[in-house]
């Protein structure tokens, strides 16, 4: 990195390994995340960009076979250490998801929730109005907060969940394809509150849309498989640069629509 | 935002999500318990039929068994039982015996049953369960030889071979359950007959013939519903349609029989055979359902006709769902008691059933009957027609299994 | 050269096509005779015991003794019987059901799983009859022994009790197919915000099942309403207007077991009523049916 301020990182790697049984789909990441950045993780699909994503939070846990080999830094504690509880990390990490997956409460509920379970103390009406204003959706569900979160767009919907991720003041937010279920306008809108996000959140996105990744991040890690089937970040660095000046020759395939 | 507002940190955040932990696994351990407490009354169950099933029997002879003969009971053949017989029962008595059975055709088991009840006259003073039997075997016989000092004390299994092989008596000791087992058989034949062509018939038809309209969405939810008839109010419709409406043809009156009304094994059997043909047409719908559309479009492809595509490819591949829903709606038909309540199973009756148009009796039926006596006897001979049922309905179940993974196809 | 004849492509009658399909027809029609047939029959005999002039609607609802042979025709002693059976009954089955559907559903191990699973269905599969059994010899004497003289030897409470027992599988499996329904995206997202097993569980997927949950209540009662055998052995023999569940006191179905098995003269006021009874019965089970298969389907249309 190029930076000449001391670059202050969010998360790292050190030589992480995600297995499904003897099966490696990701293996020996290494990469510093900085802070108050936004980080994107690209690659063609079936590489393992969202393996590699949900270990930052530990979401790989649900699958059975799963096991991690390496670390993952965060503030110098390794998330998969031995007495580290997968709630505390994901209390720190929260995740928006490829679908929007709103709770079936009401809007207001949907916010609310997260907090009641975390032990929010203070003022829960103004909670839910200041996160939703920061997910930009205050004014179009102000007058409907006791409504069910279904009835609202799917945008909208997403927005809200980054709203409920955003309610309980996560360090990062892990963003799992955000934009890929949604329509050009309500895609637009999200990179929009990306950017107003950054500036209190490091966010972690993946994308199958380089032109998404050329658009909205600082830096962007580049996955690949190798002749084993297993993921790798084949070159991380900043996004301008990956787009147009990559040192790996199958970066600059990829990223100018040469690849496969 | 306001600065009231906000979350735990650290310290105080790590207290509250141990408390949020305790919570859980207290929860956890609740969620768990209620698998326990199923577990539990199952064993429970299986723990009372079994306990009744078992156990000390302090009996009496009213007669001593040498004022009939010198031989040793236990040595008594068949030919001298029958001189006793023939020769120490009055002879209506024995005329009536000959008439239910011959007795020349009866077995030694039996004879010997026949020379107890009615002659030695053996009286059941006292019966204990299988726990009791075991923990306090020892007190069970000083208190006996106390109470009645000529009775004899022996450990019984009332399941036995001559338990299942005799038919209905008044007395508990020398009561079987062959005519009810013999009834349930019929029954359960023909419901199956009844029940398995129409119900794959009208399966066939949901699945593969019925347009997609209103009319076929009310005969899907007419049977959804009938399923969930509680079976008591088809034994009312086989009362007011079989054994009222129908009775000429189930009492086999237009087929000359004589002697029986329209309470038969036939209008219960049929009976039996509308309350599972839901179960048999939901099963079987869910059979044919699993066969893969790409080998029907095989078989129009090569200029097969509906029915030829019906006949050689679907059913085949799926009869063994079919036999399999088949057997648990029968397992079902099998356990049925308030059905056959209603429609009029005979209460007392050791004929065999001969044919469609008898009188009968059933496994269940026995089981209420028996239940609902007062003499402890009774209960013990009902834990006995339980356990045979229970595994005359595991036998069912295992062959559903058995057949299910013995022909479960993978497309 | 090979010159294609003409060749006729009209339709051409198929007779043992078109029969075989009358027949299957016929078949699948059958099913809605069986549901007129028992509304006919039920309604007619009905219509003869409510057109009686002795039986009017103040004596029927006013009333409290049922003796259709001696001119009483108060229902409430088989009614309340029955809403009391059922009710101990879903106080037993609904918490222990769906606790146990939470726990396979979002605990058990797959291991856990298929061990614990057969025990269920064999409780579901043990006849009722038994269970009468069970009731009578297991469930009276344990409560006697707990609560002490107060139990009749025929009471309610342990006739409740054990349908309860026998309902539990039902309720456990069709609320745990409603568990299983609810995306695993919404359980992710409940993680990804802290929540541990337990808060996701119960406060994000349970509500998110709830109507199918309500659905399996539904048929819950609606098979407590309409079991007769556990009732007709434990439950007691003559109808009898108390609210005491250790109080022996006859339902609607333990009546008409016990009527019917008696000898019972065809066209008698007492015969009559029995399908008067059934046929309220049938409505009753009917209408809890319908509303839960609505559910259902609303249910799965929310989730597919």
């Given amino acids: 990195m190029q930076n000449n301020q001391t670059p202050e990182y969010a998360i790292e790697t050190k030589d992480l390994s995600i297995h499904y049984g003897s099966f490696v789909a990701v293996s020996n990441v290494n990469i510093k995340v900085e802070r108050l950045k936004i980080t994107a993780i690209i690659g063609p699909s079936g590489c393992g960009k969202s393996t590699l994503l949900r270990a930052f939070n530990r979401m790989n846990d649900f699958v059975p076979s799963s096991h991690v080999t390496g670390e993952i830094l965060l503030h110098g504690q390794n998330l998969y250490g031995k007495n580290v509880d997968p709630v505390q990390v994901r209390r720190k990490i929260g995740m928006v998801f490829q679908k929007p997956n709103p709770f079936p409460k009401s809007i207001y509920e949907n916010i609310s929730w997260g907090a009641k379970i975390n032990g929010f103390k203070g003022n829960m009406d103004d909670l839910v109005e200041q996160s939703l204003r920061s997910a930009a959706l205050w004014d179009e569900v102000k007058d409907k907060l006791k409504k069910s979160a279904y009835e609202l767009s799917g945008g909208q919907q997403q927005r809200l969940c980054i709203a409920r991720t955003i309610a309980i003041q996560p360090d990062i937010i892990l963003m799992d394809e955000p934009a890929s279920a949604l329509d050009p306008i309500s895609t637009l809108r999200i990179e929009e509150l990306m950017q107003e996000l950054k500036k209190n959140y490091t966010i972690i996105i993946v994308t199958h849309n380089m032109q998404q990744a050329a658009r909205v991040s600082d830096y962007t890690a580049m996955m690949m498989i190798d002749d084993k089937r297993s993921g790798g970040v084949i070159e991380f660095d900043d996004t301008k640069k990956i787009f147009t000046r990559p040192k790996d020759k199958r970066t600059e395939d990829y990223v100018t629509g040469r690849f496969g | 935002m306001n600065t009231n507002n906000h979350y735990p940190q650290d310290e105080s955040f790590r207290a509250s999500l141990n408390t949020r932990y305790r919570t859980a696994n207290i929860w956890q351990a609740i969620f768990m318990s209620a698998l326990l407490v199923a577990l539990i009354s199952l064993m429970a169950l299986i723990y009372t039929v079994i306990d009744g099933a078992f156990g000390y029997v302090a009996f009496e002879y009213k007669k001593d068994p040498a004022t009939f003969t010198s031989t040793p009971l236990e040595k008594l053949s068949k030919e001298e039982l029958l001189t006793i017989l023939k020769s120490k029962l009055s002879s209506g008595a024995y005329k009536k015996l000959d008439g239910e059975q011959p007795m020349q055709a009866r077995s030694q088991a039996d004879l010997y049953s026949l020379f107890l009840e009615r002659l030695v006259q053996l009286d059941t003073k006292q019966i204990w369960s299988m726990t009791d039997s075991i923990l306090h075997g020892a007190e069970i016989k000083a208190e006996t030889a106390k109470k009645y000092p000529k009775a004899k004390v022996e450990f019984r299994s009332w399941v036995s071979p001559q338990f299942l092989s005799s038919p209905m008596s008044s007395k508990a000791e020398f009561a079987g359950v062959r005519t009810a087992i013999l009834g349930s058989l019929w029954l359960v034949g023909i419901a199956l007959l009844f029940a398995l062509p129409i119900g794959t018939g009208a399966a066939v038809y949901l699945q593969e013939y019925a347009p997609k309209n209103w009319f076929t969405n009310i005969i899907q939810m007419n049977i959804n519903n009938l399923a969930g008839v509680p079976s008591i109010v088809y034994g009312m419709l086989g009362l007011a349609i079989f054994v009222r409406v129908l009775e000429p043809l189930t009492s086999g009156s237009i087929f000359g029989v004589t002697d029986s009304n329209g309470r038969t094994v036939f209008s219960a059997g049929l009976t039996m055979g509308v309350l599972v043909l839901p179960l048999i047409i939901i099963n079987a719908q869910e059979a044919i359902k699993a066969v893969p559309d790409s080998l029907r479009q095989a078989a129009y492809g090569v200029g097969a006709t509906k029915w030829q595509t019906v006949w050689y490819h679907v059913l085949p591949n799926s009869i063994a769902g079919i036999l399999t829903g088949s057997i648990l709606a029968l397992s079902r038909a099998l356990g049925e008691t308030a059905p056959l309540i209603i429609v009029g199973a005979s209460t007392f009756i050791s004929v065999d059933p001969s044919g469609p148009f008898s009188k009968f009796t059933a496994l269940p039926i026995q089981i209420y009957q028996w239940t609902t006596r007062a003499q402890p006897e009774f209960h013990a001979i009902a834990a006995g027609a339980i356990l045979i049922l229970m595994v005359l309905l595991l036998t069912l179940n295992a062959t559903a299994i058995l057949l299910r993974n013995r022909f479960q196809r993978k497309y | ?304």
Avoid: C
Wanted: hydrophobic content about 50%; charged content about 10%; overall charge neutral.
């Fill in chain 3, 1 to 304: 050269m090979n010159q294609s004849r003409s060749f006729d492509l009209t339709k051409k009658p198929r007779p043992g096509e078109s029969i075989i399909q009358s027949l299957l027809f016929l078949a699948g029609v059958l099913s809605i005779f069986t549901t007129l047939a028992i509304v006919y029959e039920l309604g007619k005999e009905a219509w003869l015991f409510f057109g009686n002039p002795d039986v009017t609607f103040a004596k029927f609802f006013g009333t409290t003794t049922w003796q259709p042979g001696i001119g009483h025709f108060g229902i409430w002693p088989l009614v309340t019987s029955t809403l009391i059976t059922s009710l101990i009954a879903m106080f037993v089955s609904l918490p222990l059901g769906l606790s146990a559907a939470i726990y396979l559903s979002e605990y058990a191990s797959p291991r856990a799983r298929s061990a614990l699973k057969p025990v269920l269905e064999i409780l579901a599969g043990i006849p009722t009859v038994v269970y009468g059994y069970f009731a009578l010899l297991f469930m009276t004497p344990l409560l006697q022994s707990i609560f002490g003289e107060k139990v009749e030897v025929y009471n309610m409470a342990s006739a409740g009790i054990v349908m309860g027992i026998m309902i539990l599988p039902l309720i456990s499996s069709m609320s745990e197919d409603a568990l299983s329904a609810v995306p695993r995206v919404l359980r992710e997202g409940a993680y990804a915000m802290g929540a541990t097993k337990f808060e996701t569980s119960v406060q994000i997927v349970l509500p998110a099942a709830l109507s199918g949950i309500g659905a399996a209540f539904i048929i819950g009662i609606s098979r407590a309403v309409g079991e007769t055998m556990i009732v007709a052995i434990a439950a007691g023999s003559g109808p009898n207007f108390t609210f005491n569940p250790f109080k022996a006191a006859e339902t609607m179905t333990g009546h008409i077991a016990r009527i019917s098995g008696g000898d019972l003269s065809y066209n008698s006021i007492d015969y009559n009523s029995l399908f008067a009874i059934a046929l309220m019965l049938f409505l009753v089970t009917l209408v809890l049916n319908l509303v839960s298969q609505w559910v259902v389907n609303r249910f799965r249309e929310r989730y597919e």
